[in-house]
């Protein structure tokens, strides 16, 4: 059973930053891409940033590309996303997922497992 664990949300001021963790465990994630969504209120759900574990190519979205990082600590089994220079309009919850696939992908239904998510809020 894949369990994905979030944490690291909180509220920030605009400009300022924050790291998300996700800690992933009940698989060897060798052979899967995580990724980073988030959901605003009253909005779909949106890609943000993935990572191929065993290769580690990534992708980001437009508005994050510059701002946000993406990387993994295999020791550790876990997924981080560095966010900087946050914007209000970046407020969400935002969601780690996993898939088995290599292949770096960005649309949701791809992914076969979600964490509960975790909040964040950039204040202006």
Known sequence: QVQLVESGGGL????GSLR??????GRTFSSYT???FRQAPGKEREFVAAISWAVR???YEDSVKGRFT?????AKNTVYLQMNSLKPEDTAVY???ARN???????????DYWGQGTQVTVSS
């Open 20 to 25: 998300l963790s996700c800690a992933a465990s």
């Open 34 to 36: 995580m990724g980073w």
């Open 95 to 97: 969601y780690c997922a």
């Open 101 to 111: 696939g290599v292949v770096v992908v960005t649309t949701s239904r791809s992914y």
């Open 12 to 15: 920030v001021q605009a400009g």
């Open 70 to 74: 993406i990387s993994r600590d295999t």
């Open 57 to 59: 190519s990534t992708n």
